[in-house]
């Protein structure tokens, strides 16, 4: 099972210290909602965002969209062999459904998000299919590990191993019984804090230059499901 999370995803809803800025009220009137219940989002409120901490690693849901996107409805994820998780800057961790069908529009998955953020799930009533959970990203990365010693936790990272395609394909176990885990920054700018590395028994870096996040779990999707032989196994059985 591959186990993909999005590290200190730059996703939150717009905080109160620049809730009163024209811009976030404007964009909050149109859409009907509260300046607190949109998302923070560089490309409507970057005059804002100049007034928070640490601006440069917030505002970017579009990094988180692209991610999923890229996730969700792949071979992997029908085959019920990959499970996707949101860690947000705040600690929080969000567990998504592998049943989940994500909007296409990217308008549509930010007003998903704001409920998402608001309520604490998606959909309001029924079965929840994003829901932000109580786990902490130790306690998740406990979880995931199942008690079993063989588990794999990889973070991919600037200033890791340097590993390229076949390196990366030979580390991974060919026994999808194997709990694997990635974590994958979605965040614009910044590293992984040290301690955040801590977490994780192997650090590597997949490329010379930086990719975007969505770049990476592409990469690590399609190697992964290449190893387990997800693809052949699906034709053989038809």
Same mark, same amino acid.
């Given at each position: 099972?591959?186990?993909?999370?999005?590290?200190?995803?730059?996703?939150?809803?717009?905080?109160?210290?620049?809730?009163?800025?024209?811009?976030?009220?404007?964009?909050?009137?149109?859409?009907?909602?509260?300046?607190?219940?949109?998302?923070?989002?560089?490309?409507?409120?970057?005059?804002?965002?100049?007034?928070?901490?640490?601006?440069?690693?917030?505002?970017?849901?579009?990094?988180?969209?692209?991610?999923?996107?890229?996730?969700?409805?792949?071979?992997?994820?029908?085959? #019920?062999?990959?499970?996707?998780?949101?860690?947000?800057?705040?600690?929080?961790?969000?567990?998504?459904?592998?049943?989940?069908?994500?909007? %296409?529009?990217?308008?549509?998955?930010?007003?998903?998000?704001?409920?998402?953020?608001?309520?604490?799930?998606?959909?309001?009533?029924?079965?929840?299919?994003?829901?932000?959970?109580?786990?902490?990203?130790?306690?998740?990365?406990?979880?995931?590990?199942?008690?079993?010693?063989?588990?794999?936790?990889?973070?991919?990272?600037?200033? #890791?191993?340097?590993?390229?395609?076949?390196?990366?394909?030979?580390?991974?176990?060919?026994?999808?019984?194997?709990?694997?885990?990635?974590?994958?920054?979605?965040?614009?700018?910044?590293?992984?804090?040290?301690?955040?590395?801590?977490?994780?028994?192997?650090?590597?870096?997949?490329?010379?230059?930086?990719?975007?996040?969505?770049?990476?779990?592409?990469?690590?999707?399609?190697?992964?499901?290449?190893?387990?032989?997800?693809? %052949?196994?699906?034709?053989?059985?038809?």
């Amino acid at each position: 099972m591959l186990h993909v999370i999005l590290l200190d995803c730059a996703l939150e809803l717009v905080p109160s210290e620049i809730s009163s800025f024209k811009e976030v009220q404007m964009q909050a009137g149109r859409k009907g909602k509260k300046p607190n219940e949109i998302l923070l989002d560089q490309t409507h409120h970057g005059r804002a965002m100049t007034k928070l901490d640490h601006a440069d690693r917030r505002g970017r849901p579009d990094i988180v969209f692209h991610s999923l996107v890229t996730l969700l409805e792949t071979p992997l994820c029908k085959e #019920g062999l990959l499970r996707v998780y949101m860690h947000l800057q705040n600690g929080r961790v969000v567990e998504v459904s592998p049943e989940v069908r994500l909007p %296409r529009n990217y308008d549509r998955f930010v007003g998903l998000m704001e409920q998402l953020l608001t309520t604490g799930h998606v959909p309001v009533e029924g079965q929840p299919l994003v829901q932000v959970s109580k786990m902490s990203l130790p306690g998740l990365l406990s979880k995931l590990k199942d008690g079993q010693s063989n588990a794999m936790t990889i973070l991919a990272t600037e200033g #890791g191993e340097k590993t390229g395609i076949q390196g990366l394909r030979d580390l991974l176990p060919n026994d999808s019984a194997v709990p694997v885990i990635v974590g994958i920054g979605a965040f614009p700018h910044g590293d992984i804090s040290d301690e955040m590395k801590q977490m994780f028994d192997c650090q590597l870096e997949l490329d010379r230059e930086v990719m975007m996040a969505w770049h990476v779990c592409a990469e690590v999707l399609w190697i992964y499901s290449e190893r387990i032989e997800v693809i %052949r196994r699906r034709y053989s059985s038809t």
